[in-house]
């Protein structure tokens, strides 16, 4: 698809006033035109839409098709190139047509094997590929298998996650080792429509994940096959040495959220601590991304700039900011390599990357044409990305910012020169970093509402205490860490770095203690969020007074996000966990310490505080030693656990829930839920509506038959 051109702003003219009743299409038409330099900005929201239409199908599509309709689209727009609404939609659909191409070529791209099923203990050899700690002990081994037994060599997973219980004392990054382990295939969602690690690990190449029953055996030194595996390790053994080297240092938590901030890894920070910063609204802090990035690249520049300044004879010949922006670039891309390549940080080094070569080409280094390229290349090699809470966090901030800086900066312009004083430089500091603060929030509350469930309402206190820690003090002394690190003269910034690390924490430690600094939020739907994203786009990216319809749009969204049914009935995978939601609105019913993990994602999406230890059996259920009876709006759930308590339920229950296998003579119960079928569909949610009648979803149901789902695997098997 060919890319329409940005072009300058200064030759746009203002929209001509036109009849909106008489001619609405040639308004919208003038309106559009009028809007021409937007257009870059759009291009890759239409290539990203096409992404997340690629991921929100129950089939996998059509490619051939969708690629004829892209490159339809081109050739209408090379022959009749036209800004008119019919011109625009064509633009818009031929991009997300190749948007969904790009998708699905990924999806094959990673193609490897995964697990079908439960395994162990078996035996496995491999090379480690990571090692992560984990604050409760012990690490998460990621192993590329040389073999396993009970498969095969072509059934090999390309990585396999194992998690030890103690730490792996002798195993470096790199060896070859052996371990017995129990394997399973990557879990599925909790809840239909949830949260997939199964599909996470299809892109990673994560195909099997377990527990080992026996420590890691070294047997040999692993050398990795080819050139991209051996830079591969050394990177991960650099980050290996650099956390290392770290919390030799800061052996506390200081030195876990240390290595947080310079290498990624943030296994070893403790729960209490995540929900502390998560609690107070800064838990991005924890993770590298566009914050981090900007401070790292940015300090590079500014110390070469200095640096080359200091000599007039380099200074007055050459263009010294150029070099510091290819300084700076080089800088950021060793910050990348250290820091675990999440999609934040790599949207963060691309952004980044895209301001130094807009300086390179003496153009505007902050700009929203910047962040389209960089959204376009992240979503080209990692269309998977758009699915990803960071990613959407991470661009909605950076676009909110941007264009309010350009908006800002066009209207408002700061005073500069001899009369701008001391105070009034740390009065626009302080001002920035608050007003910052609000636009960033603002922009990414909705997605936290939508992934987490959460709203942290004195977000913009913690970051006003904890951003300028962070900029002042916590960074560059991260810098200055791994600057004198090869000189073994780290621990003398890594001390301040950790002064400031306590200050960050105690702030956030004060504003996770404040009354009613969170609140939870039950699920929203898809289309309210969606809808809130298009209307954020569109007040962000268009130019004139129209894109305040944007603001309606938004409305509409927000409007729609209470709007979300919950079940009444949720069955666990298992079988043992089942809640039913009573008069008061709460879900109550059965569980055990086992599900304590997925009743607390259950919880978190149905907007309740309580704890997993909170829910009880009582009033939802009444039980025995055969069995549980309850009942929703009038209809009785009966859960057999013996085959004495059968007959009685069949006979009365209008949904049975059977431990075992289903009773072929049982036809009473409007619904049956037995063993196999939870087993096969996954975590069964019952909806009932105003006319008695059942609606069933399950998780499989949602995920549809997709590459990484069980039910594709199955098919795909079972194919000559």
């Not at 205490?465 to 791994?482: E, G, K, Q, R, S």
């Not at 996000?561 to 059965?590: C, I, K, Y």
């Not at 039980?623 to 009365?652: E, S």
Request: contains cysteine; positive net charge; glycine residues 8%.
């Amino acid at each position: 698809m060919t890319l329409l051109r940005d072009e300058p702003s200064d030759v746009i003219a203002a929209p001509r006033r036109t009849g909106l009743l008489r001619a609405p299409f040639a308004w919208l038409s003038a309106q559009l035109e009028a809007e021409r330099a937007a257009w870059f900005y759009w291009q890759p929201v239409a290539f990203g839409t096409g992404c997340a239409l690629y991921f929100a199908l129950p089939l996998e599509p059509a490619v051939w098709f969708f690629l004829a309709v892209s490159l339809a689209a081109t050739v209408l727009i090379i022959m009749r190139p036209s800004a008119t609404l019919l011109g625009s939609l064509i633009a818009f659909t031929g991009l997300a047509g190749l948007g969904l191409v790009v998708a699905k070529l990924r999806t094959e791209w990673v193609r490897a094997p995964v697990l079908q099923t439960q395994i162990g203990p078996v035996a496995v050899r491999g090379i480690v590929e990571l090692i992560e700690p984990k604050a409760e002990g012990g690490e998460r081994l990621t192993l590329r298998p040389l073999s396993v037994d009970k498969l095969t060599p072509n059934a090999l997973p390309a990585r396999i996650r194992v998690t030890t219980r103690n730490p792996t004392a002798g195993v470096s990054l790199g060896d070859q080792i052996t371990l017995t382990a129990n394997l399973s295939p990557p879990p599925r969602a909790a809840l239909p429509g949830g949260y997939d690690f199964a599909r996470y690990a299809w892109y990673r190449g994560i195909g099997a994940v377990g527990y080992s029953t026996s420590p890691p055996i070294v047997i040999e030194d692993g050398a990795p096959e080819n050139l991209a595996q051996k830079l591969e390790t050394w990177v991960a053994r650099l980050r290996k040495h650099i956390g290392d080297r770290i919390t030799a240092a800061l052996p506390d938590e200081r030195g876990a959220i240390a290595t947080a901030l310079i290498t990624g890894e943030r296994g070893g920070i403790s729960d209490a601590t995540n929900e502390i910063y998560r609690a107070s609204g800064i838990y991005h802090i924890l993770s590298i991304s566009g914050l981090h990035m900007a401070i790292m690249g940015g300090s590079v520049f500014v110390a070469l700039r200095f640096l080359f300044a200091l000599f007039p004879s380099i200074a007055l010949r050459f263009p010294i900011k150029k070099w510091a922006a290819v300084g700076a670039m080089f800088g950021a891309f060793g910050y990348l390599m250290i820091s675990g390549g999440t999609f934040a940080t790599v949207r963060a080094f691309l952004m980044i990357t895209v301001m130094f070569s807009a300086m390179l080409l003496d153009r505007q280094a902050v700009a929203l044409r910047n962040v389209a390229v960089a959204a376009f290349i992240l979503l080209i090699l990692f269309p998977e990305s758009v699915i990803d809470p960071g990613f959407q966090m991470s661009f909605a901030a950076v676009i909110a910012l941007v264009a309010s800086y350009e908006a800002i900066n066009q209207r408002f312009r700061a005073p500069s020169g001899p009369h701008r004083g001391v105070h009034m430089r740390f009065f626009y500091f302080f001002s920035g970093i608050v007003l910052s603060t609000i636009i960033a929030s603002a922009a990414i509350a909705p997605f936290a509402i939508y992934h987490f469930h959460q709203n942290q309402h004195y977000a913009v206190l913690a970051n006003l205490a904890v951003i300028p820690i962070c900029n002042i003090v916590v960074m560059p002394a991260a810098l200055t860490t791994l600057v004198l690190m090869p000189l073994g003269l780290e621990t003398l910034p890594l001390i301040v770095m950790g002064y400031g690390i306590e200050a960050m924490t105690a702030a956030a430690t004060w504003v996770a203690g404040l009354k009613g600094a969170v609140s939870l939020l039950p699920v929203v739907p898809n289309v309210a969020i969606a809808l809130v994203a298009a209307g954020c786009l569109w007040l962000a990216l268009m130019r004139y007074r129209w894109r305040l319809l944007g603001v309606l749009v938004i409305a509409a969204g927000i409007a729609l996000a209470p709007t979300a049914e919950r079940p009444a009935l949720l069955v666990g995978g298992t079988g043992n966990l089942v809640l039913l939601r009573g008069a008061d609105g709460f879900l109550n019913g059965l569980s055990s310490s086992r599900d304590e993990f997925e009743l607390s994602r259950w919880l978190a999406r149905d907007g309740d505080a309580r704890r997993p230890a909170d829910v009880t059996r009582a009033p939802a259920l009444t039980c025995d030693g055969v069995g549980c009876v309850g009942a929703i709006d009038g209809k009785i759930v009966a859960i057999t656990r013996h085959p004495a308590a059968l007959r009685d339920d069949c006979r009365q229950a209008h949904i049975l829930i059977v431990q075992g296998t289903r009773p072929r003579s049982c036809t009473q119960p409007q619904l049956i839920i037995d063993r196999s079928a939870l087993e096969r569909e996954g975590t069964h949610a019952v909806y009932l509506d105003k006319s008695g009648a059942l609606r069933v979803e399950t998780v499989e149901g949602a995920r549809g038959r997709r590459p990484w789902t069980a039910a594709y695997q199955s098919t795909d098997e079972a194919a000559p």
